[in-house]
């Protein structure tokens, strides 16, 4: 019956969680957004119950089963659902979803993280493999450099359905230090940055970043300011860019490529597509909201199809 | 007289200060250091009179002149003494020390700092150039690319007596913020760094931030941590190699040469030294502190040949 709610999809982070109704289309029929995320959540281990009590607030019939993925997998998280090792094929990530036992209430599965233990460089992600496997449903093609920003932006080798190797860069959480607590502080003052990287001082310094070293040109901010005068807003802007341009130019170093395939959402879109363009790389964008829902989709496709799966 | 005072030199930084009395031989014949940096002596501009009380306290006489380098010539210093522009004579720029008016106990003088402003990486420095000018005289030879380490590391390339270009890392102020405060700051807890760089760990860090971009390798202490059990002295260690690692790689491309006089002391002498031997660079270690007040008696020298130059 078209209207009626399928399963769940629950986007379960660090921070924050988001909960859909989803019907037999794929289409989501309702949506809830909380800050009750990891670091909310396992204080007295409420997952479960933070889960009932907005899927009935969403009016979700009993049983309906439900998939998510995150930090909810993590060993701190409701249940820990081990890292499949990179090279990792997406659909047999999403098939090794693991059930929540004891939660009497529904079925719930959670996708499991991607682990790299090879190549000198261990990484790992939660969460973005869902949204790359998401990613396959809405552009068709198995072959992709993709770029996912935020506090820890990761770029993903994608090639033919298959995590091939990824990198995790700090560079939200570098601009966050350096801007409010280094010696760079004094000169950028309260100023926020250029939010959507259409400042010339951003796109200066994105390209600076990718002919030298970005680290070795921190401090010309600073300096900047001193010699020249260099206003609070093009201090923050600048050190905005060098960092995401420091990130662009190390991230196409080890995975080559010319096109990126850009994951975002919102304003971080509109920064990330403007440093890609300065830094001379082709960009298609994808909305990173939208990726995780559709990779949620993907994971309950899969295991639904497998348990009703009639007998030969 | 030998034994008695020609002169005090003083090193004033944003922290500390030191100061001695400097024979005829340029032998000192006493020392003091205290915590009454700029930070400390601006508040209600006690500079004069923090001064004069180490000075009566080491029993210097009336009138005896004074040399002195560092953030106490900066515009919220003591007197400001306006940057001198690379490329720069490091003669020139001692000579240029600037009189402090109105302290009539006796005359004062301060060394400039040196401004880059050309090359797109405008960059400053007050202190090393008096400390690169007591390199001359401690070591002989006139070009160096010389490497000073600490919370913000200087990398000078000094040509014929000249200081011809340099660039500021913000080294020490990374690890403090990144092992504190990020996300890292799990894997490391308490543990302190690798002090001497004596550690596996430090030195295959150092290597591998010199192959690789160190800032895409920084997660993978996270993840070394959640995937590999690694311990935290370790990852401290790690966290140390990799910036270290990625502040010489960076210096070596921008600055070139395979010789690096390394300006250090104490521990942070021996860590940048197995640093940069992992690194594979040749090191020749000069003492920081002796560069300092070598490059304040050199001052002296120049200032006070001129003053009693006799006439035609």
């Known amino acids: 019956v078209s209207g009626a709610a399928r399963f769940a999809a629950v986007d379960w982070g660090t921070t924050r969680m988001r909960v859909w109704l989803i019907d037999v289309a794929g289409e989501a029929l309702a949506e809830r957004r909380?800050?009750?995320?990891?670091?909310?959540?396992?204080?007295?281990?409420?997952?479960?119950?933070?889960?009932e009590a907005h899927l009935a607030a969403m009016g979700a019939p009993a049983g309906l089963p439900v998939f998510s993925c995150g930090m909810v997998g993590a060993r701190?998280?409701?249940?820990?659902?081990?890292?499949?090792?990179?090279?990792?094929a997406l659909d047999a990530v999403l098939s090794q979803a693991v059930p929540v036992p004891n939660h009497p209430a529904r079925p719930v599965r959670i996708v499991p993280g991607i682990a790299?233990?090879?190549?000198?460089a261990p990484d790992v992600m939660r969460g973005e493999e869902t949204q790359l496997a998401g990613l396959r449903a809405m552009l068709g093609g198995d072959s992709h450099l993709v770029c996912?920003?935020?506090t820890h932006s990761k770029w993903v080798s994608v090639r033919d359905g298959r995590v091939e190797r990824f990198a995790t860069y700090l560079t939200g959480?570098?601009?966050?230090?350096?801007s409010r607590q280094s010696i760079l502080a004094h000169s950028l003052g309260d100023?926020?940055?250029d939010a959507d990287g259409g400042s010339p001082s951003f796109r200066d310094a994105v390209r600076q970043a990718g002919a030298a070293?970005?680290?070795?040109?921190l401090f010309s901010i600073r300096a900047g300011g001193l010699l020249d005068g260099a206003s609070p807003a093009d201090a923050a802007s600048r050190l905005s860019g060098l960092l995401i341009g420091g990130e662009i130019a190390a991230a196409a170093r080890r995975f080559g490529g010319d096109g990126v395939l850009l994951v975002a959402s919102g304003a971080m879109a509109?920064?990330?597509?403007?440093?890609?363009?300065?830094?001379g790389l082709g960009v298609r964008l994808a909305d990173a909201d939208e990726a995780v829902r559709t990779g949620l989709i993907e994971t309950a496709r899969l295991n639904l199809d497998a348990e009703t799966e009639p007998g030969p």
């Open 34 to 51: 909380s800050d009750e995320g990891l670091l909310s959540a396992r204080e007295g281990n409420r997952f479960g119950a933070i889960l």
């Open 76 to 88: 701190q998280g409701w249940v820990e659902a081990p890292y499949v090792a990179a090279p990792a």
């Open 116 to 120: 790299q233990r090879e190549g000198g």
């Open 148 to 150: 996912m920003p935020g």
């Open 173 to 178: 959480e570098l601009f966050s230090l350096l």
């Open 191 to 193: 100023a926020p940055p």
């Open 213 to 217: 070293d970005w680290a070795g040109l």
């Open 270 to 279: 509109d920064l990330y597509a403007a440093a890609l363009e300065a830094a």
